[in-house]
């Protein structure tokens, strides 16, 4: 069982100088570039790496154990990738040099989106994306385009009920309307898609399976309707761990998809970066795919721009290409093994669920789940518990709390995710610590966390009036 470190840490303005200011040369800079003072800390290499040191271990990460965050996966990230992004041959390069001398890492991006063609059944992509949301906004910019030359004004999106909170986000900054339908027994109502279709129905986002952990049975008669109705079937890949090897969205029937490298192939994840969010179309859609795009040229490859129908850059330069070096490297290393990833997740999700009290936690629709499942902690309601003062709990037992709250469709919701990494010691540990909070005193609940460096904080207070350095920091004292 993890537990974290308490240490009294002050910030690092707070520390006492290791150096006096006095003792550093002067540097012969123009007098327009010097400032008569420079507000930062004066600290010694020992200082700095204790203050960075104590702060890992008053935290909790992927490395430190099971992190089940339900559609937000955290999978265990192989230390070869981050070994071959650090090498000098890769962190010297720089996106100004001519493609001759580039060849090697052009020939990598050139087979990686071969390789995410055949894991997903699309005819193109582009690696450029710098995240999953701006792959969705990219896919969005797509769509918009085609509709354009095809003469179409199409207005409206729409995305079912239980869609990741960034589809809506993403069609809005593209500039269409949202229109959200409900769903029906954890899948698409497909009374309410046909009803929502109309010819100003530029594209409906899905994903397969749903945030419910739920294979959408229908997604061919989806597919057709969609198609019918002139739009275009759009993937949102973020849960593509399920079906990695055992099915493709192409064959489904989409028409763009998006993935998250962060979550799928085992590249780093949270704290706000780095990410890639590559988007694949199908035939119709290369011609709007962004610019620049690594081509064959000959025997070796180039940049290619010349695509007037190109929706353009999205991005600076090329992309995040050592995280895409670390996903060439995953794919590399699991080759067919990428259908043992899903196959694993998906039974680690239902053995996980297996374990859980049934009395505590309900599961809203019948049936096994894929890759996650979402469970409502509604039957604690009457003792006075909710799912975040189990999730506060959790951290007290040593494990990192699942989503909570997600989909909206599900009272008192726990996602949980625990993906392929974990062993059956880790989950059963991690069922164990839900049920055990589960019959633990509402009392002790909720004043959880006790045993963390910061209690429970005030989450209102903290949304509203967000201190994020230390300047507001002073402002307020």
């Given at each position: 069982?993890?537990?974290?470190?308490?240490?009294?840490?002050?910030?690092?303005?707070?520390?006492?100088?290791?150096?006096d200011?006095?003792?550093?040369?002067?540097?012969?800079?123009?007098?327009?570039?010097?400032?008569?003072?420079?507000?930062?800390?004066?600290?010694?290499?020992?200082?700095?790496?204790?203050?960075?040191?104590?702060?890992?271990?008053?935290?909790?990460?992927?490395?430190?154990?099971?992190?089940?965050?339900?559609?937000?996966?955290?999978?265990y990230?192989?230390?070869?990738?981050?070994?071959?992004?650090?090498?000098?041959?890769?962190?010297?390069?720089?996106?100004?040099?001519?493609?001759?001398?580039?060849?090697?890492?052009?020939?990598?991006?050139?087979?990686?989106?071969?390789?995410?063609?055949?894991?997903?059944?699309?005819?193109?992509?582009?690696?450029?994306?710098?995240?999953?949301?701006?792959?969705?906004?990219?896919g969005?910019?797509?769509?918009?385009?085609?509709?354009?030359?095809?003469?179409?004004?199409?207005?409206?999106?729409?995305?079912?009920?239980?869609?990741?909170?960034?589809?809506?986000?993403?069609?809005?900054?593209?500039?269409?309307?949202v229109?959200?339908?409900?769903?029906?027994?954890?899948?698409?109502?497909?009374?309410?898609?046909?009803?929502?279709?109309?010819?100003?129905?530029?594209?409906?986002m899905?994903?397969?399976?749903?945030?419910?952990?739920?294979?959408?049975?229908?997604?061919?008669?989806?597919?057709?309707?969609?198609?019918?109705?002139?739009?275009?079937?759009?993937?949102?890949?973020?849960?593509?761990?399920?079906?990695?090897?055992?099915?493709?969205?192409?064959?489904?029937?989409?028409?763009?998809?998006?993935?998250?490298?962060?979550?799928?192939?085992?590249?780093?994840?949270?704290?706000?970066?780095p990410?890639?969010?590559?988007?694949?179309?199908?035939?119709?859609?290369?011609p709007?795919?962004?610019?620049?795009?690594?081509?064959?040229?000959?025997?070796g490859?180039?940049?290619?721009?010349?695509?007037?129908?190109?929706?353009g850059?999205?991005?600076?330069?090329?992309?995040?290409?050592?995280?895409?070096?670390?996903?060439?490297?995953?794919?590399l290393?699991?080759?067919?093994?990428?259908?043992?990833?899903?196959?694993?997740?998906?039974?680690?999700?239902?053995?996980?669920?297996?374990?859980?009290?049934?009395?505590?936690?309900?599961?809203?629709?019948?049936?096994?789940?894929?890759?996650?499942?979402?469970?409502?902690?509604?039957?604690?309601?009457?003792?006075?518990?909710r799912?975040?003062?189990?999730?506060?709990?959790?951290?007290d037992?040593?494990?990192?709390?699942?989503?909570?709250?997600?989909?909206?469709?599900?009272?008192?919701?726990l996602?949980?995710?625990?993906?392929?990494?974990?062993?059956?010691?880790?989950?059963?540990?991690?069922?164990?610590?839900?049920?055990?909070?589960?019959?633990?005193?509402?009392?002790?609940?909720?004043?959880?966390?006790?045993?963390?460096?910061?209690?429970?904080?005030?989450?209102a207070?903290?949304?509203?009036?967000?201190?994020?350095?230390?300047?507001?920091?002073?402002?307020?004292?």
């Amino acid at each position: 069982m993890y537990r974290m470190a308490s240490y009294d840490e002050p910030l690092l303005s707070e520390l006492p100088a290791s150096r006096d200011t006095d003792d550093i040369d002067e540097l012969p800079l123009p007098g327009d570039l010097r400032r008569d003072r420079l507000d930062i800390p004066r600290l010694d290499e020992r200082t700095l790496v204790r203050h960075y040191i104590h702060l890992s271990q008053m935290n909790y990460g992927v490395d430190t154990g099971i992190y089940p965050l339900g559609s937000c996966t955290m999978k265990y990230n192989p230390r070869l990738g981050e070994r071959l992004a650090a090498r000098h041959r890769m962190t010297l390069l720089h996106p100004h040099q001519d493609a001759s001398t580039v060849q090697g890492i052009l020939e990598i991006l050139y087979h990686l989106k071969e390789q995410l063609c055949a894991i997903t059944g699309m005819h193109a992509f582009s690696l450029q994306p710098a995240a999953g949301a701006h792959g969705e906004f990219t896919g969005m910019l797509i769509a918009r385009a085609y509709h354009e030359q095809q003469g179409e004004q199409r207005s409206e999106v729409i995305l079912p009920d239980s869609a990741h909170g960034t589809n809506p986000a993403s069609a809005k900054m593209a500039g269409f309307d949202v229109v959200e339908i409900p769903s029906r027994e954890g899948h698409v109502d497909l009374d309410a898609l046909r009803e929502a279709l109309s010819e100003d129905t530029a594209a409906f986002m899905l994903t397969n399976p749903n945030t419910l952990g739920v294979f959408e049975r229908d997604i061919l008669e989806i597919a057709a309707m969609v198609k019918e109705a002139g739009a275009l079937l759009y993937y949102d890949g973020a849960n593509l761990n399920a079906i990695m090897g055992k099915a493709r969205p192409g064959d489904m029937g989409f028409d763009i998809v998006h993935l998250n490298p962060h979550k799928t192939f085992a590249t780093p994840h949270g704290g706000g970066g780095p990410g890639a969010g590559p988007v694949g179309v199908t035939a119709e859609l290369e011609p709007y795919l962004p610019v620049p795009r690594v081509a064959r040229d000959g025997d070796g490859y180039t940049w290619s721009y010349d695509h007037p129908r190109s929706i353009g850059r999205v991005s600076h330069f090329h992309g995040n290409v050592p995280v895409l070096l670390k996903t060439y490297a995953y794919l590399l290393r699991m080759g067919a093994g990428l259908q043992q990833v899903a196959e694993q997740a998906v039974l680690n999700a239902n053995y996980l669920l297996s374990r859980l009290d049934d009395g505590a936690y309900t599961l809203p629709y019948p049936g096994r789940r894929m890759h996650e499942f979402v469970v409502s902690a509604e039957p604690l309601k009457d003792k006075g518990i909710r799912a975040l003062d189990i999730a506060k709990r959790l951290l007290d037992h040593g494990f990192h709390p699942p989503t909570m709250y997600f989909p909206l469709t599900v009272p008192e919701a726990l996602m949980i995710e625990p993906t392929e990494s974990e062993s059956r010691a880790s989950l059963d540990a991690y069922a164990e610590g839900l049920n055990a909070v589960a019959v633990e005193e509402p009392e002790v609940l909720q004043r959880a966390p006790q045993l963390t460096p910061v209690k429970r904080i005030d989450e209102a207070k903290a949304a509203r009036t967000p201190l994020l350095t230390w300047h507001d920091l002073e402002g307020q004292q």
